[in-house]
């Protein structure tokens, strides 16, 4: 579910999801890959990511077809970054998620948000990108009540499996 994006509302409120797998912005990515011939490969050499499972068309999509989500949109995250989200209240990515996105330079580490204006996408919707491994906070009052954990629980950044499971085994250098 890696590629799956979620948007939140200026109060960290999540308002929209969709899963990677899901297809409603097919248009968007052949419209993307017709109308700019040679998009792709670039954003592919700076993020890793194709349009097929990148958010940029999802984005397109929701802009079009639900523009009052759009336009309360405030920042976009992946998945797994909601589950941390929904736990402490902090909307955060690491750099193998974000990468996901195809809207952000691997190399940089950082959001490309050049690549979300150049379409139209809002680009002050992305958030911090922390290292896996960063605290980012504790368990809310609230997260508590409801599962019963401590809110001294820390709530730490963590990454892609394939990433993660890479570095475990000191594959870090390319060959």
Known sequence: M??????YDEN???LW???NVDARADVQVHYLKDAFDAMEAEDYAM???TFALGALPRLMWLKTHRPGIYE???RVSMIGDWVLASLCGTVATDPSNAGTTGIFSLKERQWAPQMATRMGIKDTIFPPVLEPGCVM???SPETAAQT???TQTKVVMGGGDVQLGAAGLGVVKEG
């Open 2 to 7: 890696r590629e799956g994006i979620v948007v």
């Open 12 to 14: 960290g409120k999540a």
């Open 17 to 19: 999801g969709v899963a």
């Open 47 to 49: 993020s890793g990511q």
């Open 72 to 74: 309360k949109m405030h």
């Open 137 to 139: 906070g504790t368990v």
């Open 148 to 150: 019963g954990l401590s």
